[in-house]
């Protein structure tokens, strides 16, 4: 009797499992047929990235410097200095710099002083203080020591700002920041839209009729579930190796950790598609509301910019609602900011938490819209 059932549960299984097949070929075969919609959502990535990061894959920040006190000569050599920092510095006139910062061609521009220095931002809340501030306080620090005949200038214990270098990446890459966080938000959509095809399935009827077919909610359910998983994944994936092969963007030898830690974010918003799918009411309900959420979780959760130049506390601890927000973590630690696995865990184990527990409140509303 015990052969039996055993027998009987592995062909249930396998059952199941043909059943998954079944579903996950005939979608990918829609997908192949219709590919419309994938590569619409990996030509706005593409195109945002290039836009918010710029076409080279170099993290070198462009740097506007004019100086009303210092001569030629030594704002060349202050240049030269600077450009230790990753720095493109452009030297430019007084008159030049004021016209770059009134047409907005520059998101700030140096003033450059013997001992001192001005920042002069092109509009409130411009990036650009905040990724040269640290820099440029350091610079001078050590020039007034230096001036005031101390020998050993760089003293970690008298400033706030760290400058060793980090072992496997540095500490911005402005490109990488664009690239990463358009995926991850165009990949919400992605997500969403194809999760959207098993609402519509439960509205025009075709659900109830595969019901009662030899075929499990479960396995109809995984089916669904796994393709939409693999179609978000793949979109991300494929970005990410067209940066890498077309742009030359740099990962840092992190690629393949890049592959890996995409895993747990495509789970939590998957379960976030399934769970807006049983909230709403019909699948143009649907339509009208993943923008909006897929908008929020980008902009609390750095994706449209860093969270390094937010300084309102709130929003900072808003953006850990955003599941964008994890995995930008992980994939800046992936890649230019050099993390070790520890500092994976906390990001990771808060996205499958998302996903675990989204994923059975999303089916559990799904199946009361259906009673």
């Known amino acids: 009797m015990s052969m039996f059932c055993n027998r009987l549960a592995v062909f249930s299984a396998a059952r199941r499992c043909g059943i998954?097949?079944?579903?996950?070929?005939?979608?990918?075969?829609?997908?192949?047929?219709?590919?419309?919609?994938?590569?619409?959502?990996?030509?706005?990535?593409?195109i945002?990235?290039?836009?918010?990061?710029g076409t080279s894959g170099s993290n070198a920040q462009v740097v506007h410097v004019f100086s009303t006190e210092l001569s030629k000569?030594?704002?060349q050599d202050l240049a030269t200095d600077w450009e230790e920092n990753n720095w493109n510095v452009r030297i430019v006139s007084e008159e030049e710099a004021m016209q770059l910062l009134s047409k907005q061609q520059a998101d700030g521009v140096i003033e450059a002083g013997e001992l001192d220095y001005t920042l002069h931002a092109a509009y409130e809340g411009s990036t650009f203080v905040p990724l040269t501030q640290a820099e440029l306080n350091h610079y001078y620090a050590n020039k007034r020591l230096a001036k005031a005949g101390v020998t050993d200038i760089v003293d970690e214990g008298s400033f706030a700002i760290k400058t060793e270098p980090m072992q496997e990446g540095t500490n911005f890459d402005r490109s990488l920041q664009a690239l990463f966080g358009f995926a991850l938000y165009f990949a919400i959509f992605t997500m969403s839209f194809s999760i959207m095809s098993l609402l519509r399935q439960k509205e025009e009827g075709i659900w109830n009729r595969l019901i009662l077919a030899p075929a499990s909610k479960t396995a109809l359910?995984?089916?669904?579930?796994?393709?939409?998983?693999?179609?978000?994944?793949?979109?991300?994936?494929?970005?990410?190796?067209?940066?890498?092969?077309?742009?030359?963007?740099?990962?840092?030898?992190?690629?393949?950790?890049?592959?890996?830690?995409?895993?747990?974010?495509?789970?939590?918003?998957?379960?976030?598609?399934?769970?807006?799918?049983?909230?709403?009411?019909?699948?143009?309900?649907?339509?009208?509301?993943?923008?909006?959420?897929?908008?929020?979780?980008?902009?609390?959760g750095g994706a449209f910019w860093p969270l390094e130049i937010v300084r309102s506390e709130t929003m900072r601890a808003l953006s850990y609602l955003s599941p964008i927000r994890h995995a930008l973590d992980m994939m800046k630690g992936a890649t230019y900011q050099g993390a070790s696995l520890a500092e994976f865990l906390l990001p990771t184990s808060v996205l499958l938490f998302i996903g675990l527990t989204v994923t059975g409140i999303g089916i559990r509303l799904m199946e009361r819209k259906a009673l």
């Not at 945002?48 to 990061?53: C, E, K, N, Q, V």
């Not at 393949?256 to 807006?276: E, H």
């Open 73 to 75: 000569p030594e704002l």
């Open 221 to 300: 359910y995984a089916g669904n579930l796994l393709f939409s998983f693999l179609l978000a994944y793949v979109q991300i994936f494929l970005s990410l190796v067209l940066f890498n092969v077309v742009f030359g963007y740099d990962y840092y030898g992190g690629f393949w950790k890049l592959s890996l830690v995409l895993i747990p974010y495509v789970f939590a918003i998957m379960a976030i598609g399934l769970l807006l799918s049983g909230i709403v009411r019909s699948s143009q309900q649907l339509n009208a509301v993943i923008p909006l959420v897929a908008t929020v979780f980008a902009m609390i």
């Open 48 to 53: 945002f990235a290039l836009i918010a990061g």
């Open 20 to 46: 998954v097949k079944a579903v996950l070929y005939q979608l990918v075969r829609d997908v192949i047929r219709n590919p419309v919609e994938l590569v619409f959502m990996l030509g706005l990535t593409i």
